[in-house]
């Protein structure tokens, strides 16, 4: 009798779970990748605010960091942590320029882990991460958002990451949310604030 | 020919180490009797999350990111380090006598890199030193624990709060830790050098922010 109240529980909960988020049809889904396609294909440079939220099974608080993004198409990018500590990121031209607290260095953009890190940022500004070879992508959507569902193909990117979502408000081309699970189950949630697209950025914002 | 090869890089190897490991000699202090039985490290003793900014230095590579210390008993505590993007790098339980692995990121398994690791954070969550000799300079009062051929140098300020410990073994030094605190136990930063490596690790704590 338990038994059955849990499963009808479970089933109910994961009713309401799928309600919220249901699946797009295929032509649903190849609307609003066009959509999303085209629209950042109009994309100059973008900024925004950000938080990044991370959840671990063992902590009994998630860890905030705060910062901002800077992007300039075709090939820069700046992530800037400003809270609670400096630490920027900028990916120009294939070098990677980092400045940790005042520490500052370069390396040139071969690591493998920030190459994904670089391409799945810019690809996601202007679309081409749809594409992405080396993840299956579906679609899903809600009252507010269209969702893009990514998840690695290969058993190799898997120890790295499990799947990333990216949230698309709905009438809007840009990521609003970005949620990323590891393989251990552990999350990172980014949320970008007062996006600003084709607004002029200066050139020393890309340099540390 | 091989074998004449690895035998002289064992030497040098050898006489590199010989070399830079300098006899631990405590200077300026003079011995004190002392009550003190035990002495405790309590800068990761509480039950909360200890979160700090972390930044290491192994040899010319350059590690930036965050870590991430929890108590889960009175023996154990867990130990992980994200990325400052939050994915992780490292994720272990570390008491005095066990290691358990549960997260390495596939770049980072690397055995010398895990060892010096573990035997890091098993020196910086230990937390009990018995007292073998007392010892007293102007700024500190300073405890001499042994252990076997291990001996660790703690250095207290005259209001109590840990401001150093040296590690050493055989007699050489191993590892200084040195501390920030206000709290006994919480440190705001603390620095872990080692001295016969180019190994440096710097955390600041980003705990209380909020």
Known sequence: MIKNIAFGAFLLVSGFFFAQNTAMSGAEAKAFVSKVSSETKEIKTLQSDFTQTKKMDFLDKSIVTYGKMLLQTPNMLSWKYTKPYQYSIVFKSNKIFINDQGKKSSVDAKSKTFEKINKLIVGSSN?????????????????????????????????????????????????????????????TNIVFKNTKVNASIPASEFTL | MLQFLRQSLLYSLILILAVSCKTYKLTEAKPVSSSEKMVENLYFSSGEDYVYKCQMDIYKNHVSGILIIKKLNETTHRVALTSDFGNKLIDFEASENNFKLNYVLPDLDKKIVINFLKNDFQQLLKKQYPVSESFENENAKIYLSKIENKSYYLFFSKNNLLKQIIYTKNNKEKIDFTFDAKKHIFADSLNLQHKDFKINIKLVQITETE
């Open chain 1, 127 to 187: 679309g081409t991460m749809f594409n992405d070879p080396e993840f299956t992508v579906t679609y899903f959507k809600n009252g507010n958002y269209n969702v893009a569902k990514f998840i690695p193909k290969t058993s190799q990117l898997l120890k790295y990451i499990k799947q990333i979502e990216l949230y698309f408000p709905k009438n809007q081309s840009t990521v609003s949310q970005v949620n990323m699970t590891e393989a251990s189950g552990d999350t």
